[in-house]
């Protein structure tokens, strides 16, 4: 009885942990995700690229991807090719203080 009863704490603590480790994935509100990731603040479709504003814990910042369909709010996760310092867009005349240019951008998706 009692080896049963232990194996079946054992069994729910492991799956308790299991479930809480699959959802701590993802940082609370005000917390850094990885570098390579951020949530859409603003963006800026132009011919052939999406410009977008992404926020990670207090940083902001731009990238440009390829033309991409994002939502306000979405956490977005960008694989960067290069990062440009001063750049300038003819198309949107703006200048970007820092601009990253990434080759994908992913949707991820919040458990």
Known sequence: ?????FAVILSA???????????AEAPARGETFPADEGIVVSSID???Y???ELA???KKFWIAAPTTKVEK???IRFV???KMHNFTSKTLNRTFN???????????VEK
């Open 50 to 52: 999406t410009y977008m």
């Open 1 to 5: 009885m009692f080896k049963t009863l």
């Open 73 to 75: 709010g979405e956490h």
């Open 13 to 23: 603590s492991l799956i308790s942990l299991n479930i809480s480790t699959a959802y």
């Open 56 to 58: 990670n814990g207090d």
């Open 98 to 108: 820092e601009l990253i240019f990434v080759t994908s951008t992913q949707v991820k």
């Open 80 to 82: 960067e090719n290069m």
């Open 46 to 48: 132009t011919a052939g």
